[in-house]
């Protein structure tokens, strides 16, 4: 009897006990690295209202609050459970406590006991809770990688920005919120014509990593100059809590913002010890110099071009090329500027040149002298000056006709042709016949210019009868603005291919602006069987009008279940042509 009346009351007391609410806070552990995150479920078995997390004063909060509901029913029992989830990342070292927090269940309000953690130094492998946000901090990184920290002024340097993306993540989407502003640089970006994914290592462990901008950089100052970061914003699909039947995880997609980080370069001067006195910034490897001329011979007051032309690898855009002289009786033109320069990973190369006309003014033997230029050469770390071959050019007399200055007994001659022959071959004798002696009053220009404005008179009165015309047609009116908004309408589900709620809208707006525009009617009249009955009147083929209904219908269908890229081309492909054929045939 004292057996059977024990196990009532431990029934009884189960009983109460199952009946009874639950509200606990639970960590995922209780010692961490300051480094490491903690995870934090304050979780019930009853639902509630008014939930109130604690001061999670010492930790700064990373994700959450995540919220997760379970209800099941197993053997005629119910098991339900509710968890708000918070991910938190230690301020400090030291032993906090994870406060109370409050919930209100059934007019009754019920708080968690208190937790203990201890956090401790960071530690070399952190291990942290399923946080998606810090899934992808961990997993995605973008390095700006740096050819030399230490140039000289105005030498090349190349930034190379690379995303480097864990293989237990995916990328689906990148956009660029911030590009850098190279204030203190010359700098040029070399295009990527497409984007290959390679595999690497990122702090000794495998990564993928895809090369998205590369940069040219002269800087044009001394000392340290700020390269800005290049800031993303990327889609990323990590893994989540949640399994499909075959235990595979669902991917939940996070937007993360990187950022490569700002980077700092000390430039260092050119040196002033050997510097030559005609340098003019020029900074590179192997130039060389060219001077030459199309022609040695030629006779008085013809022309002949003479090139200087710096060619190799180095700053060519950014420094002057060294003067032409040549002798005072022969003419020197502006020159035309001639570039030839492409850039790439390693800098600028190619050639640069300036194109001068010359024209000696009389007979002799005029010399060009040598032309010299100086650059700091990056691989000895010195100046180099090059200089040109003397140029000696062979003037014949004048052609026939002309007066040639005398010439002098030596065998060169430098003389200024006479101020008198400057314009000798300018025609003074002219025979000039005048134009326009006719009176202008009279003339047939004179009465079209008098009379076209009469003859816009009826043109005037024509369209102005014919815009009364159009504005009194009420009927026609409502039609064309039908037409242009199914147009319009399905321009803009063109426009909105991908996205499923807008391409559907706009696709159904369009089908049945048509339908305003060809059977004049509202859209409180447009059933399956009216539309029908209406198209089939005027002529319309029984299989174009099914289609039309059958787009009608996937538009209904569309706010109900999903649809994929390919099902939204195949129904805008669809509407075009039903469209066409019904204009057709209607």
């Known amino acids: 009897m004292k057996e059977k009346l024990l196990l009532i009351i431990m029934l009884l007391v189960s009983g109460l006990a199952i009946g009874q609410v639950q509200f606990e806070a639970k960590v995922s552990k209780d010692k961490l690295g300051v480094n490491e995150r903690l995870r934090v479920d304050f979780e019930m078995n009853q639902d509630g209202d008014n939930f109130n997390p604690p001061e999670f004063t010492n930790f700064t909060v990373v994700g959450g609050p995540n919220q997760a509901v379970s209800n099941s029913w197993i053997n005629g029992k119910r098991t339900y459970s509710k968890t708000y989830s918070y991910f938190l990342a230690p301020k400090g070292r030291g032993?906090?406590?994870?406060?109370?927090?409050?919930?209100?269940?059934?007019?009754?309000?019920?708080?968690?006991?208190?937790?203990?953690?201890?956090?401790?130094?960071?530690?070399?492998?952190?291990?942290?809770?399923?946080?998606?946000?810090?899934?992808?901090?961990?997993?995605?990184?973008?390095?700006?990688?740096?050819?030399?920290?230490?140039?000289?002024?105005?030498?090349?340097?190349?930034?190379?920005?690379?995303?480097?993306?864990?293989?237990?993540?995916?990328?689906?989407?990148?956009?660029?919120?911030?590009?850098?502003?190279?204030?203190?640089?010359?700098?040029?970006?070399?295009?990527?014509?497409?984007?290959?994914?390679?595999?690497?290592?990122?702090?000794?462990e495998p990564y993928r990593f895809v090369v998205l901008r590369k940069t040219v950089l002269y800087p044009q100052k001394t000392g340290k100059l700020n390269i800005e970061p290049l800031t993303l914003n990327i889609s990323v699909e990590v893994p989540g809590n949640r399994r499909d039947i075959f235990g595979n995880r669902f991917y939940e997609t996070v937007d993360k913002v990187v950022a490569a980080g700002n980077r700092t370069i000390d430039v260092k001067p050119l040196p002033q010890e050997g510097r030559p006195a005609d340098f003019t910034g020029a900074v590179g490897k192997n130039l060389r110099l060219k001077v030459t001329t199309d022609k040695t011979t030629l006779r008085a007051t013809e022309s002949l071009q003479a090139t200087v032309e710096v060619t190799g690898q180095g700053n060519l855009k950014l420094f002057d090329l060294p003067p032409l002289t040549v002798p005072a009786s022969m003419e020197k033109y502006e020159p035309e500027y001639v570039e030839n320069v492409t850039t790439t990973i390693n800098g600028m190369q190619g050639r640069i040149s300036n194109e001068y006309?010359?024209?000696?003014?009389?007979?002799?033997?005029?010399?060009?002298?040598?032309?010299?230029?100086?650059?700091?050469?990056?691989?000895?770390?010195?100046?180099?000056?090059?200089?040109s071959n003397e140029i000696l050019v062979d003037v014949d007399a004048a052609p026939?006709?002309?007066?040639?200055?005398?010439?002098?007994?030596?065998?060169?001659?430098?003389?200024?042709?006479?101020?008198?022959?400057?314009?000798?071959?300018?025609?003074?004798?002219?025979?000039?016949?005048?134009?326009?002696?006719?009176?202008?009053?009279?003339?047939?220009?004179?009465?079209?210019?008098?009379?076209?404005?009469l003859l816009f008179i009826p043109l005037a009165i024509l369209f102005g009868?014919?815009?009364?015309?159009?504005?009194?047609?009420?009927?026609?009116?409502?039609?064309?603005?039908?037409?242009?908004?199914?147009?319009?309408?399905?321009?803009?589900?063109?426009?909105?291919?991908?996205?499923?709620t807008k391409f559907y809208e706009s696709l159904e707006r369009a089908l049945h602006n048509y339908l305003k525009a060809k059977l004049h009617i509202q859209t409180s009249e447009m059933s399956k069987e009216r539309i029908k009955e209406l198209l089939e009147s005027k002529g319309a083929n029984a299989g174009t009008v099914a289609e039309f209904n059958e787009l009608l219908k996937s538009c209904e269908f569309a706010r109900y279940t999903p649809a994929s890229n390919v099902a939204m081309q195949q129904d805008y492909d669809k509407a075009v042509r039903v469209i066409s054929e019904l204009d057709k045939q209607v």
């Open 95 to 204: 032993k906090f406590t994870i406060g109370q927090a409050e919930i209100t269940i059934d007019g009754n309000i019920y708080k968690t006991t208190p937790v203990q953690v201890e956090v401790t130094a960071a530690v070399d492998q952190p291990t942290d809770g399923e946080n998606s946000e810090y899934v992808a901090s961990e997993n995605i990184h973008l390095v700006a990688e740096i050819s030399d920290t230490s140039p000289y002024l105005n030498e090349a340097i190349t930034v190379v920005y690379k995303l480097y993306v864990s293989p237990r993540i995916n990328v689906s989407d990148w956009r660029q919120l911030d590009s850098p502003k190279f204030s203190d640089f010359w700098s040029q970006n070399i295009d990527i014509r497409r984007l290959e994914v390679e595999n690497g290592t990122y702090k000794g």
């Open 465 to 500: 009868k014919r815009r009364q015309a159009i504005a009194g047609d009420v009927r026609g009116n409502r039609i064309k603005k039908a037409d242009r908004l199914a147009r319009k309408y399905l321009s803009e589900a063109k426009k909105n291919l991908g996205d499923q």
């Open 400 to 453: 026939a006709g002309s007066r040639a200055a005398s010439q002098s007994s030596g065998p060169i001659a430098q003389q200024t042709p006479a101020a008198a022959n400057q314009f000798r071959y300018i025609k003074l004798n002219t025979s000039l016949k005048s134009i326009g002696e006719a009176p202008f009053i009279g003339s047939p220009l004179f009465w079209t210019l008098f009379l076209s404005p």
């Open 357 to 387: 006309t010359l024209v000696p003014q009389s007979k002799g033997k005029y010399p060009i002298p040598p032309v010299s230029f100086s650059y700091f050469d990056l691989d000895s770390q010195s100046y180099k000056t090059l200089t």
